[in-house]
C-alpha cells in the first residue's frame, strides 16, 4: 500500500508531557499538510510544507505545537506540555505537485488523548 | 469563522434512492472544492472534486454540482449502497492550498 501512513494510530499521555507524531506521505508528494479534527468538527489546517520548507502555520498552531520535515520526506508534528485541549485526531495529508487544484489525500490520524 | 456549511448533521436515506448532501460556503475567492467520505477511524478519502469553472463533475454513482452565484454545492449519490453510510465532508481552497472543511453530515442508508 503507497497511500499516507501515521503513526502511531493512537496516543494517550498525561497532561504536561511532550508527544510527537510520525507521518509518510505518498511518494514523491512534495506537498504535506498537517489538520486536527475534533469531535462533530471538519478537520482545520495546521500547517505545511513544500519539500523541507515550512510554508505556512495557522493561528491554531502554538508555540508548544513544532512540525518538521528534515528531508522533504516524512515529517513529525510534536506537541510540548501537552493540554486536555488538545485531545483530538491530528491527520496528516499530501499532495503531488504545485497546483492548488491538487487533490489532498489523507492517512488514517493519530488520536490523542491527554489525560 | 465557518467559511465552509454543512447545515444537515444527518441524514437517512433507503438503498437505491438518491442522496443529496449540501454545502454553503462564504468565501468568493474559493476555486476548488472537494468531497470527502469518512469511515469512524480512517481518515477523510476522496470522493470527487469539482474547479469553479464548472458546474458539474461526475464520477459513477457520484454527482457533483456547483452553483457559484449562490455559493452552494451538492453532491448526488445515486443509487445510494449500504456501503455509502459514513460522515461526508465538503471541502474548499482559495489558491493558498490549504483546506477549509465544513463540519460533516452523517449518511446512513437503510436496507
Known amino acids: 500500500d503507497t497511500g499516507v501512513s501515521q503513526d502511531p494510530r493512537h496516543k494517550i499521555t498525561k497532561r504536561g508531557q511532550n508527544v510527537t507524531f510520525r507521518c509518510d506521505p505518498i511518494s514523491e508528494h512534495n506537498r504535506l499538510y498537517w489538520y486536527r479534527q475534533t469531535l462533530g468538527q471538519g478537520p482545520e489546517f495546521l500547517t505545511y510544507?513544500?519539500?523541507?520548507?515550512?510554508?505556512?502555520k495557522s493561528r491554531l498552531l502554538s508555540d508548544r505545537f513544532s512540525a518538521e520535515r528534515p528531508k522533504g520526506s516524512f515529517s513529525t508534528l510534536e506537541i510540548q506540555r501537552t493540554e486536555q485541549g488538545d485531545s483530538a485526531m491530528y491527520l496528516c495529508a499530501s499532495s503531488p505537485r504545485d497546483s492548488s487544484t491538487d487533490t489532498q489525500y489523507f492517512g488514517p490520524g493519530t488520536r490523542l488523548t491527554v489525560l | 469563522d465557518q467559511q465552509v456549511k454543512q447545515n444537515s448533521p444527518s441524514l437517512s436515506v433507503q438503498e437505491g434512492r438518491i442522496s443529496i448532501l449540501n454545502c454553503d460556503y462564504t468565501?468568493?475567492?474559493?476555486?476548488?472544492f472537494l468531497w470527502y467520505k469518512k469511515y469512524p477511524a480512517e481518515g477523510p478519502t476522496f470522493l470527487i472534486s469539482i474547479s469553479s469553472i464548472k458546474d458539474k463533475n461526475e464520477d459513477g454513482r457520484f454527482t457533483v454540482f456547483l452553483n457559484k452565484s449562490a455559493k452552494h454545492l451538492s453532491l448526488h449519490i445515486v443509487p445510494s449502497q449500504p456501503g455509502d453510510s459514513a460522515v461526508y465532508f465538503c471541502a474548499a481552497s482559495a489558491n493558498d492550498y490549504k483546506l477549509s472543511f465544513g463540519a460533516g453530515t452523517t449518511v446512513t442508508v437503510r436496507a
Open positions: 468565501n468568493s475567492m474559493f476555486d476548488y
Open positions: 510544507f513544500q519539500n523541507e520548507a515550512q510554508l505556512e
